[in-house]
């Protein structure tokens, strides 16, 4: 079955990198657009970031724009996001999510498989 495994999340001070990961299994992955979302508590799901199945196109929210950076390798089954420049404000739980086929939406209610989500606190 289909399965996201988010890993890479940590405590990281303001100004500070993390790269996050996100292992697919159990689908054709190249066939199919990711992206990644957080959740803050009180706040709810934010859509953050999105790349095409080939990885040619890249989307972000505006409050990630020029910090983050989504990749992915379609040989590793896994889609990535490094995040520079941290804010508190990036502190969240992030989610990585399949979309139903090649193309990309900012529309999370389309995602039909999602991970568990990885922590990530942006403190000093």
């Known amino acids: 079955q289909v399965q996201l495994v988010e890993s890479g999340g940590d405590l990281a001070q303001p100004g500070g990198s993390l790269r996050l990961s996100c292992a697919a299994s159990?689908?054709?992955?190249?066939?199919?657009?990711m992206s990644w979302a957080r959740h803050v508590p009180g706040k709810g799901l934010e859509w953050v970031s999105g790349?095409?199945?080939?990885?040619?196109?890249?989307y972000y929210a505006d409050s990630v724009k020029g910090r983050f950076t989504i990749s992915r390798d379609n040989a590793k089954n896994t889609v990535y996001l490094q995040m520079n420049s941290l804010k508190p404000e990036d502190t969240a739980l992030y989610y990585c999510?399949?979309?139903?086929?090649?193309?990309?939406?900012?529309?999370?209610?389309?995602?039909?498989?999602w991970g568990r989500g990885t922590q990530v606190t942006v403190s000093s």
């Open positions: 159990g689908f054709s992955f190249s066939s199919y657009a």
């Open positions: 790349i095409a199945s080939d990885g040619s196109d890249t």
């Open positions: 999510a399949k979309a139903p086929g090649d193309s990309f939406s900012r529309s999370l209610n389309e995602y039909d498989h």
